[in-house]
């Protein structure tokens, strides 16, 4: 694992107990580059909040100015038109501030909804085997969502209060410096507290958005295995764990609110104890003489001004707050490197591997594995687990360690052109060989090469792009089939979508939906059957035509017509190409070129049919299990 890697695991909620339950926080400097991708309108809004906040500060002059007015009974004239002309136009900026901070709001989950979807879609393949898929999900779909408060209850609009708030200090201090200092010390004591508690709230809110994931990834695991559910009657079981973990999130947003409830209201309590201190010493000061009945009435309103934004001040603190444990958890993946953060300057592969450069790499295998070991990182331990409490919180904790060995010293090479087929028993390492040609992982000790190239020293979209990989279990995406075919190849035509289909034996598919190629074939595939879905895959790969094709033949749904129909596609698709077919079933590879017998991560055997049969035990056990000697 990279060093980057390691530190961010090592920061992650996974390791748990004291303060680092509260997993990855994120700091208010990794907020800006947010907020700093709409300056413009930001600084435009800023620029608005001013000019309400001055436009809301001369009110109270006016106001006083009207008292004196009325109070010495001469007429008021101009001065009323120009209250009301005030009081509209600070109305009429604070809804347009309001729209655009909504927007920019908006604008902020976007972009790092993008931002986020962009990195999932580039992590090692290994993040996607320690991560759970719900979490995932619910840091786009949900921990963005929170950053949109930083903008619309919070950051920008504070700068205008913070005018309002220094003007309305100023005038008050002008006005009665005995009745500022009052104020000022209860005031005081409320920043205090809400301080600390904001403190608190953070960390809730972290612990809230991991109950969240927890939610959407139980979910995520229900509703991908809902026909097993469902078959084994565990529906109301699963039911019950998804309501567990729903029950937990619920609670972690009680504690948020139950934190933020006594934030809310001390607010309200330092506003009225300052009113009603400024009151009752007010009226005491006005019958001494010390202030006049007009400049109270303008302080009490100044302080209504300033209590305001304080109380945007206190929302922005918990918005802010909020914000920052969402984005610790979607920090925590855009840090992680991409799957290609740690290659080297590429050689250009192209032109080594295929027919056209035979002459320039004559002897060199398509693929050979060279002593090559392996072993997958274990499961990321589960935060929501008791079981995972580090007896010691102050010791961090591994996150991701290694598993035993799946690769033991594995060679074999695979001459270009020929088709190879590798068998062996459940487990034994086949599909991992396969994943590491297609360089999902690298292996731990010894190398894969392509044309004589360590597949590391080689740019992996373009050893992809020379590769076709039909997995196991071949996913079909929601869409149509022709969405599906030309996942790999998007220039394809329609005719060459068809003629696809119909060397792999799916002519039929074609045919039974008038739709044709914009048939749809449903959420994972449904209307597919399973050799269907592992044919429709071996065409998406064969209309990319590439020289090399790795092919994880399906353990299941292959009964005789299918397995017939399989083999029929196979053949299609191994003309002019190297294959590598993970059989699971004899017969579809008994005219390989040879066969490579995987037992236990290590080769135990390698020739044709008849030589095996010969001399390997386990490949005659198997064979004859399949009547096929
Ligand atoms: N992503 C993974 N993370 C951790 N362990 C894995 C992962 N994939 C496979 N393994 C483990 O590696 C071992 C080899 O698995 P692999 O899928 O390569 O075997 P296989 O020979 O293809 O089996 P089958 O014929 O059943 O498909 C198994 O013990 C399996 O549990």
């Known amino acids: 694992m990279s060093d980057t890697q390691t530190q961010t695991t090592r920061r992650s909620p996974f390791s748990r107990g004291g303060k680092a339950a509260t997993g990855p926080r994120a700091t208010f400097r990794q907020l800006l580059p947010f907020l700093f991708e709409h300056r413009p309108v930001l600084i435009w ?9 001055l436009t809301s500060l001369a009110q109270p002059l006016l106001v006083a100015q009207v008292i004196t007015i009325v109070e010495a009974g001469q007429p008021l004239g101009w001065i009323v038109w120009g209250l009301i002309a005030l ?3 600070s109305g009429i900026i604070s809804g347009y501030q309001h729209y655009l901070l909504q927007r920019t709001g908006e604008g902020v989950v976007l972009s790092s909804r993008k931002r986020l979807v962009a990195k999932l879609l580039r992590l090692p393949i290994a993040e996607f085997d320690t991560r759970r898929t719900g979490d995932l999900v619910s840091r786009v779909g949900s921990d963005t969502t929170m950053l949109r408060a930083v903008l619309t209850q919070g950051l920008v609009e504070a700068i205008g209060g913070a005018v309002t708030f220094i003007g309305a200090l100023i005038a008050m201090l002008v006005l009665d410096a005995v009745l500022l200092g009052l104020t000022v010390l209860v005031i005081a004591i409320a920043i205090t507290t809400v301080t600390l508690l904001s403190r608190r709230v953070r960390e809730a809110s972290h612990q809230a958005q991991e109950k969240v ?3 959407a990834a139980s979910v995520e695991r229900a509703i991908s295995a809902v026909r097993t559910i469902r078959a084994a009657g565990a529906t109301e079981r699963e039911i019950r764990t998804v309501d567990t973990e729903a029950e937990g999130a619920w609670q972690m947003g009680v504690k948020v609110a139950k934190i933020s409830a006594l934030i809310v209201p001390i607010a309200g309590i330092a506003m009225q104890v300052s009113f009603l ?3 009752g010493v007010g009226g005491y000061r006005v019958a001494s003489g010390a202030i006049t009945v007009a400049n109270l009435v303008a302080f009490i309103l100044f302080l209504f001004m300033m209590i305001l934004p304080l109380g945007q001040a206190f929302g922005a603190i918990t918005s802010v707050n909020l914000a920052l444990g969402a984005l610790g958890r979607i920090q925590e993946i855009l840090d992680l490197p991409d799957e290609d953060a740690h290659d080297r300057q590429l050689a250009p592969l192209a032109l080594m591997v295929g027919e056209a450069n035979d002459g320039v790499l004559p002897d060199a295998a398509a693929i050979e594995f060279d002593d090559v070991h392996f072993a997958y990182a274990a499961t990321r331990q589960d935060p929501a687990d008791p079981g995972n409490e580090s007896p010691d919180e102050h010791l961090p904790e591994p996150d991701v360690t290694a598993r035993q060995p799946v690769l033991r010293g594995v060679s074999f090479r695979v001459p270009r052109g020929q088709r190879i087929a590798l068998v062996g028993p459940s487990g034994a390492g086949k599909s991992t060989i396969l994943a590491l040609v297609e360089r999902f992982y690298d292996p731990s000790v010894g190398a ?10 080689l740019d992996r979209r373009e050893l992809r792009a020379q590769i076709g990989y039909v997995e196991q279990d071949a996913p079909v995406l929601a869409g149509t089939l022709r969405d599906n075919l030309k996942l790999g190849s998007p220039d394809a035509t329609d005719a060459e979508c068809e003629a696809v289909l119909r060397a792999v034996n799916l002519g039929g598919v074609l045919d039974r939906d008038p739709a044709g190629l914009d048939a749809a074939v449903g959420e994972d595939g449904i209307m597919l059957s399973g050799g269907e879905r592992q044919r429709l895959a071996i065409g998406r790969a064969l209309l990319s035509a590439p020289p090399i094709l790795l092919l994880d033949e399906s353990t299941s749904s292959l009964d005789g017509l299918n397995e017939r129909m ?4 196979i053949d299609a698709v191994s003309a002019g190409r190297t294959l590598i077919v993970i059989a699971h079933r004899l017969s579809t590879v008994i005219d390989s070129d040879r066969i490579v017998v995987v037992e236990d991560g290590r080769v ?5 049919h008849a030589e095996l049969v010969a001399s390997v035990p386990l490949y005659r056990d198997l064979a004859a299990h ?4």
């Open 45 to 53: 809004v800023a620029v608005l909040s001013v000019v309400g906040a």
């Open 566 to 569: 399989m083999r029929e596609a």
């Open 87 to 89: 009081v509209i136009v």
């Open 448 to 457: 894969v090469r392509m044309g004589g190239l360590d597949l590391r020293s």
């Open 604 to 608: 135990i055997g390698e020739g044709t």
């Open 277 to 279: 201190v400024v009151l």
């Open 626 to 629: 399949q009547l096929l000697v």
């Open 213 to 215: 994931g927890d939610v």
